[in-house]
Protein backbone atom coordinates (compact mmCIF):
# COMPACT_ATOMS: atom_id res chain seq x y z
CA UNK A 1 0.00 0.00 0.00
CA UNK A 2 1.37 3.10 -1.10
CA UNK A 3 -1.29 5.55 -0.57
CA UNK A 4 -3.25 6.11 2.39
CA UNK A 5 -7.25 7.02 2.09
CA UNK A 6 -8.85 8.31 5.11
CA UNK A 7 -12.41 10.77 5.67
CA UNK A 8 -15.48 7.78 4.87
CA UNK A 9 -17.57 7.29 7.37
CA UNK A 10 -22.02 6.50 7.48
CA UNK A 11 -23.92 10.03 6.78
CA UNK A 12 -27.31 10.48 5.06
CA UNK A 13 -28.87 11.51 2.25
CA UNK A 14 -27.39 15.60 1.16
CA UNK A 15 -25.21 15.42 3.84
CA UNK A 16 -21.28 16.06 3.16
CA UNK A 17 -18.08 14.20 3.47
CA UNK A 18 -14.27 15.07 2.37
CA UNK A 19 -11.94 12.08 1.44
CA UNK A 20 -7.95 12.65 2.27
CA UNK A 21 -5.32 10.96 0.42
CA UNK A 22 -2.02 11.03 1.79
CA UNK A 23 0.96 9.51 -0.12
CA UNK A 24 3.94 8.95 2.24
CA UNK A 25 5.91 6.34 -0.18
CA UNK A 26 5.90 6.27 -4.14
CA UNK A 27 7.94 4.05 -6.25
CA UNK A 28 11.30 5.04 -6.70
CA UNK A 29 12.02 7.55 -9.05
CA UNK A 30 9.06 8.92 -9.04
CA UNK A 31 7.08 12.60 -7.18
CA UNK A 32 3.82 13.43 -6.08
CA UNK A 33 3.93 16.63 -7.33
CA UNK A 34 3.89 14.88 -10.79
CA UNK A 35 1.48 12.68 -10.45
CA UNK A 36 -2.06 12.45 -11.45
CA UNK A 37 -4.59 11.38 -8.65
CA UNK A 38 -7.55 9.69 -9.23
CA UNK A 39 -10.21 8.70 -6.79
CA UNK A 40 -12.30 5.33 -7.48
CA UNK A 41 -15.20 3.98 -5.79
CA UNK A 42 -16.11 -0.03 -5.85
CA UNK A 43 -20.01 -0.90 -4.38
CA UNK A 44 -20.86 -4.27 -3.39
CA UNK A 45 -21.29 -6.74 -6.03
CA UNK A 46 -19.98 -3.70 -8.89
CA UNK A 47 -16.69 -2.85 -10.73
CA UNK A 48 -14.61 -0.26 -9.35
CA UNK A 49 -15.92 2.82 -11.23
CA UNK A 50 -13.45 6.16 -11.82
CA UNK A 51 -15.08 9.42 -10.28
CA UNK A 52 -12.68 12.04 -10.10
CA UNK A 53 -9.24 12.99 -10.79
CA UNK A 54 -6.59 15.91 -10.43
CA UNK A 55 -3.82 16.34 -12.51
CA UNK A 56 -0.23 17.21 -12.03
CA UNK A 57 -0.25 19.87 -14.95
CA UNK A 58 -2.13 22.69 -13.67
CA UNK A 59 -4.28 20.99 -11.26
CA UNK A 60 -7.10 20.34 -13.82
CA UNK A 61 -9.92 17.97 -13.23
CA UNK A 62 -12.21 15.59 -14.44
CA UNK A 63 -15.12 14.02 -13.20
CA UNK A 64 -17.45 11.20 -13.68
CA UNK A 65 -20.95 12.57 -15.28
CA UNK A 66 -22.76 11.10 -11.62
CA UNK A 67 -20.51 13.00 -9.94
CA UNK A 68 -20.12 16.32 -11.43
CA UNK A 69 -21.30 19.65 -9.67
CA UNK A 70 -21.40 17.86 -5.98
CA UNK A 71 -17.88 16.42 -5.54
CA UNK A 72 -14.73 18.45 -5.86
CA UNK A 73 -10.99 17.51 -6.09
CA UNK A 74 -7.71 19.44 -4.80
CA UNK A 75 -4.39 18.81 -4.28
CA UNK A 76 -1.79 19.87 -1.88
CA UNK A 77 1.72 19.09 -3.39
CA UNK A 78 3.41 20.15 -0.14
CA UNK A 79 1.70 17.77 1.95
CA UNK A 80 1.19 14.96 -0.89
CA UNK A 81 -1.89 14.48 -0.19
CA UNK A 82 -5.46 15.19 -2.67
CA UNK A 83 -8.71 15.50 -1.33
CA UNK A 84 -12.34 14.99 -2.07
CA UNK A 85 -15.16 17.05 -1.32
CA UNK A 86 -18.09 15.17 -1.56
CA UNK A 87 -21.75 17.14 -1.22
CA UNK A 88 -25.53 16.62 -1.68
CA UNK A 89 -24.10 12.87 -0.97
CA UNK A 90 -26.92 10.14 -2.39
CA UNK A 91 -27.33 6.45 -1.18
CA UNK A 92 -26.26 5.40 -4.74
CA UNK A 93 -22.63 6.75 -3.74
CA UNK A 94 -22.31 4.11 -0.78
CA UNK A 95 -19.41 2.43 -1.64
CA UNK A 96 -15.47 1.56 -1.10
CA UNK A 97 -13.89 4.72 -2.07
CA UNK A 98 -10.00 4.36 -3.39
CA UNK A 99 -7.18 6.81 -4.29
CA UNK A 100 -4.85 6.31 -7.16
CA UNK A 101 -1.69 7.49 -8.51
CA UNK A 102 -0.52 7.71 -11.58
CA UNK A 103 2.87 8.24 -10.90
CA UNK A 104 4.97 8.15 -14.75
CA UNK A 105 3.98 11.65 -15.82
CA UNK A 106 1.70 11.13 -17.92
CA UNK A 107 -0.61 14.98 -18.70
CA UNK A 108 -3.75 13.09 -19.86
CA UNK A 109 -5.61 11.69 -16.49
CA UNK A 110 -6.87 8.36 -16.75
CA UNK A 111 -9.66 7.26 -16.11
CA UNK A 112 -9.28 2.92 -16.31
CA UNK A 113 -8.24 1.00 -13.14
CA UNK A 114 -4.79 -0.17 -15.10
CA UNK A 115 -3.89 2.99 -15.43
CA UNK A 116 -2.77 3.81 -12.08
CA UNK A 117 0.42 2.03 -10.51
CA UNK A 118 -0.04 3.59 -6.49
CA UNK A 119 -2.95 2.86 -4.90
CA UNK A 120 -4.46 3.41 -1.25
CA UNK A 121 -6.59 0.69 1.00
CA UNK A 122 -10.16 2.31 0.52
CA UNK A 123 -12.53 3.96 2.69
CA UNK A 124 -15.81 2.83 3.03
CA UNK A 125 -18.62 5.53 2.24
CA UNK A 126 -22.06 4.94 3.57
CA UNK A 127 -25.01 6.66 2.60
CA UNK A 128 -28.17 6.31 3.69
CA UNK A 129 -31.36 7.71 2.81
Known amino acids: VQLQASGGGLVQAGDSLRLSCLAP????????????VAWFRQAPGKEREFVAGIGWIGGRTDYAESVKGRFTASRDNAKNMVELQMNNLRPEDTAVYYC???????????????????WGQGTLVTVSS
Open 25 to 36: TLPPGRTFSRSN
Open 100 to 118: AADTTGLSQIRREVVGFDA
